[in-house]
C-alpha cells in the first residue's frame, strides 16, 4: 500500500473500545457509498473515475496540453474553488512552489479568476506583455462571478493582442458538456472545449479536465497521475478500518470530534505541500461544515509555523487534533558541511542531511504536541511523484466521503457556499434581485 497511516500518537486520546465501536460506521458509511444509495448520490462519478474515464478526452487533453507547450509561453487557468485548487496544488507539488521561476521548456502557469482583486488581475496582464498567451477557463456551472470577470478581461487582451481569429485558438474551455453560457458561448466561437462530468462536483474534480489540462501544461504526467488513483480505488476497497488506512482516517478524525476537537490541523513539513493543504481545506471544509456541524479544517507548514501557531498548537485551548503528512524521500538533499570555525556552533550536525534534520524536527515536534493535549496521526506518501500523488488525492476524497457519512450530512453539496453569492448580487443591483438589494441597503446603514 503506498500511504501508511500511524496511529500510536493517538494513545491516551482514544481508547481500543473507541475504535471497536466506530467499525461498524465505519462499514454502514462504506457500504452507503458503494451502494450509492446515500445523500448526495448524484456526484458519485469519481468513486470509479480513475478507471472509468473517458479515454478519448484524456487523449484531447494530452493532445491539447503538447500543443500549448509548444506555442505558448504563459498560460492562463481561470476558475475557483474546485475549478482551480486541485491544478494549482498538483503542479506546485510535482514541480515546485518555485515552478514559473524555474528554467523549463514548458510554460508559465498563472492562476486568476480566484478572487476580485483589480490588482492581482491587472499584474497578471502586465506579466502577459509581449509573450505568447493561452487561456483556459474553467468552470462546471459557466456563471461563477469571479472567473466569468477573469474570462471576460483576458478574451478581450487576447482578442485585442492577437486577433480575434488567432484567440480562438488560444482559448480553452473546461466546463459541463450541454449546459451553461459557457458552453453556449464555446460552441459559438469554436473553442477547443473538455467536460467536467455531470456526476463529478467541483471539490471531487481534479482528476477530471479541470485540473488534468493545467497540470499536463505543466508537463507532468498525467497517465501516471490516474493510475496513481486507480491503484488507490483499488486498495483502499476493504470497509475493515484495520486493513483500510483510508476509512482509518475517517474514523480517527470522527472519534476525536465527537471528544470536542473542533480544529483538525493539516500539518507538512514540506513547503511543496502549502497548496495540496489549501485543496484539502475545500475538500472537508465544503463537504463536512453544515447542519451546524463538522471538524473545521486548518494547515500549516512546519517548521516555519511553528515560529508562529507553534505556541498555540503547544499550550492554546484544547480545540485541536493534527495531521501530519510526511514525505518519507525528500525530492533533493543537501548536507551539512564542517565549518572550520564553527562560529554558528552547529558542527554537530556535519555530515547530516537537512532531511534528516527535518525528520527530528517532525519527532520533537510530534511528541510536544502530544504531551500538550494534542492528539496526532501521520500519514506517510513514499515520495513525491504523480502515482503517489494521485494515490493521495483519491485516498483524501474517500475518506472525506466517508467521514461525512460517518457525521450524517450529504458530503457532496455545498448550500451554504450561495449566501454570499445572493448578497452580492442584491448589493450589485443585479435584476432580480432588488427586492434584497434594499433590504441589504438598510442593514448597511446606506
Ligand atoms: O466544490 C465546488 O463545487 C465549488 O468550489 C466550485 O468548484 C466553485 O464554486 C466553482 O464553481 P464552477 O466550476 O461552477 O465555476
Redesign the pocket.
Known sequence: MSITLETKYLDGFVRDHEWNAIQPQVTAAHELLHSGKGPGNDFLGWVDLPVNYDKEEFARIQAAAARIQQDTDIFIAI??????LGARAAIEFLKSPNYNAKKKNTPDVYFAGNSISSTALSELLELCEGKRVSINV???????TE?AIAFRVFREYLEKTVGAEEAKTRIYVT?DKARGTLKALADREGYETVV?PDDV?????VLTA?GLLPIAVAGCDIAALMAGAAKARQELDDPDMEKNPCYKYAAARNILYRKGRQVELMVSYEPCYTMMNEWWK?LYG?SEGKDGKGLFPASVVFSTDLHSLGQFVQDGSNILMETVVLIDKAQKELTIKNDPENVDGLNFLTGRTMAEINEKAFEGTVLAHTDGGTPNLVLHVPSVCEEELGYLIYFFEKACAVSGYMLGVNPFD?PG?ESYKKNMFALLGKPGYEAEKASLEKRLGR
Open positions: 476558475g475557483i474553488g474546485g475549478s482551480y474553467i468552470s462546471k456551472s459557466g456563471t461563477t472567473p466546463t467536467v462536483g467541483g471539490r471531487f474534480s479541470v475545500q465544503e455545498q457556499v
